[in-house]
């Protein structure tokens, strides 16, 4: 990343960002007199109403509608008032660390639950599990605490102590726990793998200030092992720092390449370009995305498409083309808002319509995870030409240059998947609390592990004691999707990411393609080529278009 003007901030401002995006955070700005005089009409108005309204009223929530108003009014989804424990977990996820025990926790059952203990933590290693229930901190009773309360507890400063107790199933004292606070780092990267054939697979789940780092490692261990090609799965990646899209995206462009380009109506437009050469120029590489990749995970996308240094497989992205900027605000929240748009090296935006439904869930084709999906109309879509030659659409979202479905079931199994999602969060703790109960049961279970038709019966008594009216008929005619989400919990609770992604990898089509093309590949051109958008062929067909492959010309 070049240490000019990638690295440039305009004066007094800090790039930050969350999950949702790229942003600023800046010093908030002086109100002119004539919005001074409109603050002051609302307060008379909030103070009548104070003072002779018929019935009491609560003068801060008035405020509070006030404000969240304002904002709504803007009409942007993106745009939103933070209160100070939403701000908080935003700074954490994109710092990637925080002072605490390590647990991932959610409320289950009016319980502050354990999801997952973080791998390396003190909550890992002094043997917390998921599906524990958090039922004291510091000999106090939290039941009936919410999560976000309770997990604020549990955080502070490195070294210092903390005293949990703790419920598990078919134990029935309260356990005792008390574990010293570390720095927990959260990994952008949970792991790394080398696939058949030399093929390396490295996911990236978000975009906080150690991403860049922990791919650059990724690489260099899968290097050591003999990588000849490359996967980068970015599906679900809802995005994160700015400037983390822009130094992951410099790993794999030449010194000088356009990365993205940041206009805003405040200031002048902002070009971050790649500082240096890129260590594996020769590497053929694939980018996978989803509708679930946004903002950041869509820079680094957008970039290497243009670039023509990854062929993209799979769905279009969220098309979340604009950047935030955080003014805190007075009484301790902070106001998120839309104050720029972002654009490709070849000049897109793909700023998706807020308005525009992203999926037809009712007609839309169902995925063996359980997600509707559907192609969108790419009709209308404004046509660009990458640096290659290759033909590459704006408009919402980053287009693949290979369309490829996720696994689906058929009509009569959608239909029914449907029905057990229609449930809502019981069925995902459902299955959470039979993953715990099973691998209790089952504590010398091995990877290849089966779900089968009795398991599938155990689980859906597990539904029927959480109050789930879904009858054993319609759970086993979605018993294709039940079984997958099943084992998938399972050998996430067993062996963690690395062990659900070997569990699912036979189950996952757009993988399979992205290996299946890297193994025929020599290089990136060989990719594109064999994918069918060969590089020059928008720019070939323009010419002929207009006479240029005519030889009387």
Same mark, same amino acid.
């Given at each position: 990343?070049?240490?000019? +003007?990638?690295?440039?901030?305009?004066?007094?401002?800090?790039?930050?960002?969350?999950?949702?995006?790229?942003?600023?955070?800046?010093?908030?700005?002086?109100?002119?007199?004539?919005?001074?005089?409109?603050?002051?009409?609302?307060?008379?108005?909030?103070?009548?109403?104070?003072?002779?309204?018929?019935?009491?009223?609560?003068?801060?929530?008035?405020?509070?509608?006030?404000?969240?108003?304002?904002?709504?009014?803007?009409?942007? @989804?993106?745009?939103?008032?933070?209160?100070?424990?939403?701000?908080?977990?935003?700074?954490?996820?994109?710092?990637? &660390?925080?002072?605490?025990?390590?647990?991932?926790?959610?409320?289950?059952?009016?319980?502050?639950?354990?999801?997952? @203990?973080?791998?390396?933590?003190?909550?890992?290693?002094?043997?917390?599990?998921?599906?524990?229930?958090?039922? &004291?901190?510091?000999?106090?009773?939290?039941?009936?605490?919410?999560?976000?309360?309770?997990?604020?507890?549990?955080?502070? +400063?490195?070294?210092?102590?903390?005293?949990?107790?703790?419920?598990?199933?078919?134990?029935?004292?309260?356990?005792?726990?008390?574990?010293?606070?570390?720095?927990?780092?959260?990994?952008?990267?949970?792991?790394?793998?080398?696939?058949?054939?030399?093929?390396?697979?490295?996911?990236?789940?978000?975009?906080? &200030?150690?991403?860049?780092?922990?791919?650059?490692?990724?690489?260099?261990?899968?290097?050591?092992?003999?990588?000849?090609?490359?996967?980068?799965?970015?599906?679900?990646?809802?995005?994160?720092?700015?400037?983390?899209?822009?130094?992951?995206?410099?790993?794999?462009?030449?010194?000088?390449?356009?990365?993205?380009?940041?206009?805003?109506?405040?200031?002048?437009?902002?070009?971050?370009?790649?500082?240096?050469?890129?260590?594996?120029?020769?590497?053929?590489?694939?980018?996978?995305?989803?509708?679930?990749?946004?903002? %950041?995970?869509?820079?680094?996308?957008?970039?290497?498409?243009?670039?023509?240094?990854?062929?993209?497989?799979?769905?279009?992205?969220?098309? +979340?083309?604009?950047?935030?900027?955080?003014?805190?605000?007075?009484?301790?929240?902070?106001?998120?808002?839309?104050?720029?748009?972002?654009?490709?090296?070849?000049?897109?935006?793909?700023?998706?319509?807020?308005?525009?439904?992203?999926?037809?869930?009712?007609?839309?084709?169902?995925?063996?995870?359980?997600?509707?999906?559907? @192609?969108?109309?790419?009709?209308?879509?404004?046509?660009?030409?990458?640096?290659?030659?290759?033909?590459?659409?704006?408009?919402?979202?980053?287009? @693949?240059?290979?369309?490829?479905?996720?696994?689906?079931?058929?009509?009569?199994?959608?239909?029914?998947?449907?029905?057990?999602?229609?449930?809502?969060?019981?069925?995902?703790?459902?299955?959470?609390?039979?993953?715990?109960?099973?691998?209790?049961?089952?504590?010398?279970?091995?990877?290849?592990?089966?779900?089968?038709?009795?398991?599938?019966?155990?689980?859906?008594?597990?539904?029927?004691?959480?109050?789930?009216?879904?009858?054993?008929?319609?759970?086993?005619?979605?018993?294709?999707?039940?079984?997958?989400?099943?084992?998938?919990?399972?050998?996430?609770?067993?062996?963690?990411?690395?062990?659900?992604?070997?569990?699912?990898?036979?189950?996952?089509?757009?993988?399979?393609?992205?290996?299946?093309?890297?193994?025929?590949?020599?290089?990136?051109?060989?990719?594109?080529?064999? %994918?069918?958008?060969?590089?020059?062929?928008?720019?070939?067909?323009?010419?002929?278009?207009?006479?240029?492959?005519?030889?009387?010309?």
């Amino acid at each position: 990343m070049s240490k000019g +003007k990638a690295l440039a901030v305009p004066g007094a401002v800090a790039v930050l960002a969350v999950a949702s995006g790229g942003w600023f955070l800046q010093a908030d700005m002086g109100l002119g007199a004539n919005l001074y005089v409109r603050t002051r009409v609302l307060e008379e108005v909030v103070t009548r109403i104070e003072r002779h309204f018929v019935d009491e009223v609560d003068v801060e929530g008035l405020y509070d509608a006030a404000l969240e108003g304002v904002v709504g009014r803007l009409g942007d @989804p993106n745009s939103t008032l933070l209160q100070a424990p939403d701000w908080e977990d935003m700074r954490i996820r994109t710092h990637g &660390e925080y002072g605490g025990v390590g647990l991932e926790v959610a409320d289950r059952d009016s319980f502050v639950t354990v999801v997952a @203990p973080i791998p390396g933590t003190p909550g890992s290693r002094a043997g917390l599990r998921p599906g524990d229930r958090i039922v &004291e901190v510091e000999g106090r009773s939290v039941v009936g605490r919410g999560t976000d309360e309770v997990a604020h507890i549990l955080r502070g +400063k490195p070294g210092t102590g903390v005293r949990m107790g703790v419920r598990r199933h078919g134990v029935e004292r309260i356990i005792p726990f008390e574990i010293t606070r570390e720095v927990i780092q959260l990994k952008a990267v949970p792991f790394a793998a080398l696939l058949e054939g030399g093929v390396g697979y490295v996911p990236v789940e978000i975009f906080n &200030e150690m991403t860049t780092e922990e791919v650059r490692a990724g690489l260099d261990s899968l290097g050591a092992e003999g990588m000849t090609s490359l996967v980068l799965d970015l599906r679900r990646n809802r995005g994160g720092l700015l400037l983390e899209g822009v130094g992951l995206a410099d790993l794999f462009l030449d010194a000088g390449s356009d990365i993205v380009e940041v206009r805003g109506r405040a200031s002048p437009p902002e070009n971050f370009r790649a500082g240096g050469a890129q260590a594996r120029p020769d590497l053929p590489m694939v980018v996978l995305v989803d509708n679930g990749s946004a903002s %950041a995970a869509e820079i680094v996308a957008g970039a290497l498409q243009d670039h023509d240094r990854a062929l993209l497989i799979g769905a279009a992205t969220f098309g +979340k083309g604009s950047v935030q900027s955080l003014f805190p605000v007075s009484d301790g929240r902070v106001l998120k808002l839309t104050t720029a748009r972002w654009y490709t090296p070849s000049g897109r935006s793909i700023q998706k319509d807020p308005h525009e439904q992203l999926v037809d869930i009712e007609n839309g084709a169902v995925s063996l995870r359980g997600e509707v999906v559907r @192609p969108p109309d790419l009709s209308d879509r404004p046509g660009y030409v990458s640096a290659g030659g290759r033909a590459v659409l704006g408009g919402g979202g980053i287009v @693949p240059d290979l369309w490829v479905l996720p696994d689906t079931v058929t009509g009569a199994e959608a239909e029914a998947v449907r029905k057990l999602f229609a449930v809502g969060g019981d069925y995902v703790r459902g299955l959470q609390s039979w993953a715990v109960r099973y691998l209790q049961a089952h504590p010398d279970l091995e990877p290849g592990f089966a779900v089968t038709d009795a398991d599938l019966a155990d689980f859906h008594r597990t539904l029927a004691e959480r109050g789930v009216k879904i009858s054993l008929a319609s759970l086993r005619r979605a018993s294709r999707t039940v079984r997958y989400h099943l084992g998938s919990e399972i050998a996430l609770q067993a062996w963690e990411d690395r062990g659900r992604f070997l569990r699912n990898a036979g189950h996952d089509a757009q993988l399979r393609r992205a290996v299946e093309l890297l193994l025929a590949a020599g290089s990136q051109q060989d990719l594109f080529g064999l %994918a069918g958008t060969p590089p020059g062929g928008a720019r070939a067909a323009e010419d002929a278009e207009a006479g240029g492959n005519d030889p009387a010309r």
